[in-house]
């Protein structure tokens, strides 16, 4: 076990982390800003691990995935938030409407 | 001269012609239908051109940019992809057509090139064999379904958008983090190469598990559906019927590559599971599709009942049972797509989509219902349509495997369906109070409507062609003899 | 179930304590949850392989063939380039969707201070500097369209910051180009690769360096642009075309 690892498992913890942030927090910044923490889990975790042959160059592959994965999270969260603050001017706050329940 | 045709790559252009298509409708907005209806007729012949491919030579490999897996992506299309390209192409048509009338400028010159976008990602999608980029393209039509939601202003669709997106992205992270786990498993992302070197492990439960979270969520099954009727119901019509007739098909799509190829179906357990969502799915989303008194939530409602049959494939998991799910997805795309058209017909008609105050709409829109009701007639499952023949199929495969009462579910959705087919159709004889505020619904929105209807139709008179067309590459062969 | 309510903007009246007792429950219980799930996933995690059966092999071998010696841009370009045509899509997508949201939202405007007008004017010089720096050097170190594009848009959001805005000229048509051009340059070099026989961005070898470059050139413009308008959040108003 080496301290890949570690980071990998640090990856998780913010996957999970953010799940947390995204249920709890009625705010749609939050939220957003959840789904973000929860991305950067993955994506640290899809680097880590390309690095666990010690001694050898880390596999480029998982880092291409990565930087793909980061314009992708860039342009959702970009639309996120133009949409956040157009419900925000139409309802006049940034949360989304309670859950009625079924 | 056919030679010359199986020649051209026509997967990469069935992905690059949208594209293509997009770039163009944003460039010139002010040329946006023209330019968007051509590049529709242009996708619906190369389609038609792939098939034609397909069907000589057999599935078809593509390795892009002539690497192959693992080290480069590869595209794959069989009978499963072709058959979803070509509803994908046939429903689009209609929805292209639809759209020339209903959009106005101002509106129109955001729709085509997000629509475009939307059938890129959809073709990318159907014909990837790369679970990476099967993520990219998940992400390219869950920001355009996005924006096309919202394309309606007001707090319903922006709300409804909003929450979708929240959706789609949380359901794309769960794919990506197994994505990764595979990758970390077995040094690859191609499909086929991972169903060969696939052996259990604990990242590999893992993987299935996020993976299928995150595509049960994005396709919408009960009791994951919360998102969907809202962003369903407030998009604009020809958005609805996208939304409802192919994009949660997609995820639905994904699901079905992942378990018949990369996680074999030996976990009956799991699978009796997902077949009991389906049936919850068919008998709340029946339910509530009776309660409601707006058309186009209704409408919406009935689609999660209807993803609920594709889920009791699943448990069956028979050939026979595939087909008959597949089936029941192909003529719901035409039915729902003809549905949320007639719809919007009545919803432009009268300026609501109220019920009870229907007004004699059948003496107005004869077309529209029309439309509409043939569509209720494969949505219900009679004969002759294609809604039948997939609950037909899906009976028989519950018969042969001894599992009779999923075939209970079949009938109770079916008379949940029809209840409130009828019950739209009553209230479209029936004189209301307050009398339409009419406008004239440009023809082409109406023919598109019934010809979409007319699809689900047909489905049930030529079923040869299509189930044929299941058997290329034999997609379903892993899953026993049925 | 009654979604297409109109939204209720009563705030929410002071919780009871039978509510306040419910959510903390909830959070418990998801907590809880959440808790089972980041034990699975890691417990997924450590019973991986411990040396990794990767594709650095693979990559390293077929480096030579692609135009490029940085791996990581060997495989965003050449490799794996179809996935970044895609990608492309999704930031000219995330941009659209902005634009079909609305105009410009109104702002206050913005005098910058001497500091902040002094230092823009000479970052931005600077930055494009950069961007074009790690654009080149992109082909055989850490460095590429990406890393470019995104030194570029922080260039545009510096400029933004400091009040200025693109005149009207610019925003009709030439805009519009600027956005789709790495889009669109992608999109024809696949084109002319399958017109001419080829198979999609199946580069020739002796051409895989200009065409890679050429891509990554038309795309840093396309996601510096993209990603400073994107901040502006919205339509910019000029009409088209004027």
């Known amino acids: ?102 | ?482 | 179930m009654q979604q297409s309510q109109p939204l209720k903007k009563t705030i929410n009246p002071k919780p009871m304590t039978e509510g306040v007792k419910k959510q903390l429950l909830f959070r418990l219980l998801l907590v809880a949850l959440l808790s089972l799930l980041a034990t699975g996933l890691g417990y997924a995690v450590l019973s991986l392989p411990s040396s990794a059966p990767g594709l650095s092999e693979l990559v390293a071998e077929n480096l030579e063939t692609s135009g490029v010696s940085n791996p990581v841009t060997a495989v965003l370009l050449n490799f794996r380039a179809y996935d970044t045509l895609l990608e492309l899509g999704v930031l000219l997508l995330a941009l659209l969707g902005v634009w079909s949201f609305g105009a410009v939202p109104e702002r206050r405007e913005s005098f910058p201070g001497p500091v902040l007008d002094t230092l823009s004017r000479l970052l931005v010089p600077l930055l494009i500097l950069v961007a074009g720096y790690l654009l080149w050097v992109g082909a055989h170190a850490p460095g590429g369209a990406f890393q470019a594009g995104s030194v570029l848009g922080a260039a545009g959001v510096l400029l933004l910051l400091a009040g200025w805005r693109p005149g009207a000229r610019f925003v009709g048509l030439p805009l519009r180009i600027t956005l789709v051009a790495g889009l669109g340059v992608f999109v024809i070099v696949s084109a002319v690769l399958i017109l001419v026989g080829g198979r999609l961005l199946e580069y020739p070898p002796s051409f895989a360096a200009t065409l890679i470059l050429l891509i990554e050139a038309a795309a840093t413009l396309s996601i510096g642009i993209t990603l400073a308008a994107l901040f502006i959040g919205g339509r910019p108003e000029a009409g088209p075309n004027n």
Request: glycine share 10%.
């Open chain 2, 1 to 482: 001269m056919p030679a010359l045709i199986f020649d051209i790559h026509w997967q990469a252009i069935v992905i690059l012609l949208p594209l293509a298509g997009a770039i163009a409708c944003f460039l010139w907005p002010q040329r946006g239908v023209q330019l968007g209806l051509i590049s529709a007729l242009g996708i619906v012949a190369c389609v038609a051109a792939l098939g034609w491919q397909v069907l000589e030579l057999g599935a078809q490999r593509y390795a892009v940019g002539g690497w192959g897996a693992p080290l480069g992506i590869d595209l794959y299309a069989d009978g499963l992809s072709l058959l979803m390209l070509i509803v994908t192409a046939v429903v689009g048509l209609g929805i292209s057509v639809y759209s020339s009338g209903y959009f106005n400028q101002d509106r129109a010159r955001h729709f085509w090139p997000l629509w475009m976008f939307l059938w890129a990602a959809l073709n990318a999608l159907f014909l990837s064999a790369d679970i990476f980029n099967l993520y990219v393209s998940l992400e390219l039509m869950g920001l355009a379904a996005v924006a096309l939601v919202a394309l309606t202003k007001g707090a319903d669709a922006l709300t409804g958008a909003m929450r979708y997106l929240l959706v789609s992205l949380l359901g794309s992270l769960f794919f990506l983090l197994g994505v990764a786990l595979l990758y970390h498993s077995f040094g690859s992302v191609d499909i086929a190469l991972l169903a060969e070197r696939m052996e259990p492990s604990p990242a590999v439960w893992a993987a299935m598990g996020l993976m299928s979270a995150g595509l049960l969520l994005k396709t919408a099954l009960f009791p994951l559906h919360f998102w969907l009727p809202p962003a369903h119901a407030s998009a604009p019509a020809p958005v609805s019927a996208l939304m409802s007739a192919l994009v949660v098909k997609a995820s639905f799509y994904i699901l079905l590559r992942l378990w018949l190829e990369i996680f074999p179906l030996t976990n009956a357990a799991l699978a009796q599971f997902l077949g009991l969502l389906g049936a919850a799915a068919v008998l709340w989303g029946g339910l509530q599709a009776l309660r409601q008194t707006r058309l186009k939530l209704l409408i919406a409602y009935s689609t999660v009942a209807q993803i609920g049959y594709l889920f009791l494939a699943f448990p069956l998991a028979s050939i026979i049972g595939w087909k008959g799910a597949l089936y029941i997805l192909l003529s719901h795309a035409a039915a729902k797509a003809a549905m949320f058209m007639a719809a919007g017909n009545i919803l432009h008609f009268g300026g609501h989509d109220r019920i009870a105050d229907l007004d004699r709409v059948v003496q107005r829109l004869p077309l529209s219902i029309t439309a509409f009701a043939l569509a209720g007639v494969s949505i219900m499952g009679l004969p002759p349509s294609g809604g039948f023949i997939g609950k037909w199929l899906l009976l028989e495969a519950a018969i042969r495997s001894a599992q009779w009462w999923w075939g209970i579910i079949l009938i109770l959705g079916g008379l949940l369906s029809a209840a409130w087919v009828f019950k739209v159709i009553g209230y479209a004889f029936t004189p209301a109070e307050v009398p339409h505020e009419a406008r004239v619904v440009p023809a082409t929105m109406e023919w598109a409507a019934l010809a979409m209807a007319l699809v689900a139709i047909l489905l049930g008179l030529f079923t040869s062609w299509p189930l044929a067309l299941m058997d290329i590459g034999l997609p379903f062969a892993g899953e026993g003899d049925g």
């Open chain 1, 1 to 102: 076990m080496s301290h890949v690892f570690l980071y990998a498992l640090v990856g998780v913890g913010l996957f999970t982390l953010g799940l947390y942030a995204l249920i709890v927090h009625p705010h749609l910044l939050r939220k957003i800003l959840a789904i973000n923490v929860m991305g950067s889990g993955v994506f640290l975790m899809l680097v880590a691990l390309g690095r666990r042959t010690p001694g050898t160059l880390p596999d480029p592959v998982p880092h291409a995935m990565a930087i793909t994965g980061i314009v992708v999270a860039i342009s959702a969260t970009a639309l996120a938030l133009a949409l956040m603050l157009r419900v925000q001017v139409e309802t006049g706050r940034a949360e989304l409407p309670e859950e009625p329940l079924e």
